[in-house]
């Protein structure tokens, strides 16, 4: 079968592979739609971060090169013989946490913070840049008929974004700043407006991405090279900041932003892969007892994100703004996303099913 595989930094090929095997308690899963994630251009511009080098993944005994792909859909074509949730035609989504069940984390319903973490789509496991994969059943959830296999490939991100809201104890009312509004930017603001925020506001330089926020539902957008950002957000919060900024660029500025914006005790999620370090002054904390705190993916957020998609209170018109079959990739799908018209793009989904196109 065909697959995309990361071999290294700007190194990632379209190759045939075997296609993988069913085990007793996983599924295979014809994959319809995968969606190229920032974590996907972080290994193909920095990388490895997360992929296995030299050194085998402790779940997946596997190294480099690994199948790609981690926000995908597809259908149930084959299951193992102690599956019981689930049955050959049956249209599914995979939570790609790879996680050892054993470890403390584990046994606390912590799964996202295993000490061995591994996704699908990166720690060698498989992935949904490819024909078929196979995954346990434990994370496999079904999707409802009314919606269909592309909003169904959205629904990873978008539980990315919810659970950042949860790790920061954001309730209905709350007011927010989001930094960035690229792919996960876009979905924290859905998310928080499906949460009753008072006020989002969105920090984001001159682009299309600017509509994009409108577009989302942000009700303001600053740009922080017209305005004070800071002073803007104060007099939108009664001169007191915001209760919870979310980072998700990835930048100093974007930290550092995020901190200063908060009111006191408020809370700064940091969502964000980083690259290299950042820098920030500790007494931007200890002088008003703010919190910076990380989050990592989900955990026991698909179904309740589902539900959210498919009762129209999480929006993803708009989201996806390309199609691509699986062979073009890299040109169409990791060149675009990180050269001039990165911009441009929310979200490029990439299909082997050329029929679908």
Same mark, same amino acid.
Not at 159 to 173: K, P
């Given at each position: 079968?065909?697959?995309?595989?990361?071999?290294?930094?700007?190194?990632?090929?379209?190759?045939?592979?075997?296609?993988?095997?069913?085990?007793?308690?996983?599924?295979?899963?014809?994959?319809?739609?995968?969606?190229?994630?920032?974590?996907?251009?972080?290994?193909?511009?920095?990388?490895?971060?997360?992929?296995?080098?030299?050194?085998?993944?402790?779940?997946?005994?596997?190294?480099?090169?690994?199948?790609?792909?981690?926000?995908?859909?597809?259908?149930?074509?084959?299951?193992?013989?102690?599956?019981?949730?689930?049955?050959?035609?049956?249209?599914?989504?995979?939570?790609?946490?790879?996680?050892?069940?054993?470890?403390?984390?584990?046994?606390?319903?912590?799964?996202?913070?295993?000490?061995?973490?591994?996704?699908?789509?990166?720690?060698?496991?498989?992935?949904?840049?490819?024909?078929?994969?196979?995954?346990p059943e434990d994370f496999v959830h079904k999707i409802p008929d009314t919606m269909d296999y592309e909003q169904a490939a959205l629904v990873e991100p978008m539980?990315?974004?919810?659970?950042?809201?949860?790790?920061?104890?954001?309730?209905?009312?709350n007011t927010a700043l989001v930094l960035g509004a690229g792919p996960i930017g876009l979905a924290t603001i859905q998310c928080l407006k499906a949460s009753g925020a008072r006020i989002v506001i969105v920090f984001q330089r001159k682009s299309v991405r600017q509509?994009?926020?409108?577009?989302?539902?942000?009700?303001?957008?600053?740009?922080?090279?017209?305005? !004070?950002?800071?002073?803007?957000? /104060? @007099?939108?919060? %009664?001169?007191?900041?915001?209760?919870?900024? &979310?980072?998700? =660029?990835? +930048?100093?500025?974007?930290?550092?932003?995020?901190?200063?914006?908060?009111?006191?005790?408020?809370?700064?999620?940091?969502?964000?892969?980083?690259?290299?370090?950042?820098?920030?002054?500790?007494? !931007?904390?200890?002088?008003?007892? /703010? @919190?910076?705190? %990380?989050?990592?993916?989900?955990?026991?957020? &698909?179904?309740? =994100?589902? +539900?959210?998609?498919?009762?129209?209170?999480?929006?993803?018109?708009?989201?996806?703004?390309?199609?691509?079959?699986?062979?073009?990739?890299?040109?169409?799908?990791?060149?675009?996303?990180?050269?001039?018209?990165?911009?441009?793009?929310? @979200?490029?989904?990439?299909?082997?099913?050329?029929?679908?196109?």
């Open positions: 079968m065909k697959a995309v595989l990361w071999y290294d930094k700007k190194d990632v090929r379209v190759e045939e592979i075997e296609e993988p095997k069913v085990k007793e308690n996983a599924v295979k899963i014809k994959v319809k739609w995968c969606g190229i994630c920032g974590s996907d251009l972080h290994e193909y511009l920095g990388g490895p971060i997360f992929i296995p080098v030299g050194t085998p993944h402790p779940l997946s005994k596997s190294t480099a090169p690994v199948v790609l792909g981690h926000e995908f859909s597809g259908e149930v074509v084959e299951i193992g013989s102690k599956v019981t949730k689930f049955k050959a035609g049956d249209r599914v989504i995979v939570e790609p946490i790879v996680a050892c069940g054993k470890c403390p984390a584990c046994l606390e319903g912590k799964y996202n913070l295993c000490e061995a973490l591994g996704f699908h789509g990166l720690c060698g496991s498989g992935g949904g840049f490819a024909e078929y994969t196979v995954f539980a990315v974004a919810l659970h950042s809201l949860r790790v920061g104890n954001f309730t209905t009312g509509e994009y926020a409108k577009k989302f539902g942000a009700d303001v957008v600053l740009d922080p090279n017209e305005v !004070d950002v800071i002073e803007e957000i /104060k @007099k939108l919060t %009664g001169g007191v900041g915001v209760d919870t900024s &979310f980072e998700t =660029t990835g +930048a100093n500025v974007g930290i550092n932003t995020a901190i200063q914006a908060l009111k006191y005790e408020g809370t700064a999620v940091i969502t964000s892969v980083w690259e290299k370090n950042a820098e920030i002054n500790p007494n !931007d904390l200890v002088f008003t007892e /703010k @919190k910076v705190v %990380g989050t990592l993916a989900y955990r026991h957020e &698909f179904p309740s =994100t589902i +539900a959210l998609m498919n009762d129209g209170r999480i929006k993803t018109d708009g989201y996806i703004t390309k199609r691509i079959a699986l062979e073009d990739i890299v040109k169409e799908g990791f060149e675009t996303l990180t050269g001039p018209e990165k911009k441009k793009h929310v @979200k490029i989904i990439v299909t082997p099913d050329k029929s679908l196109l």
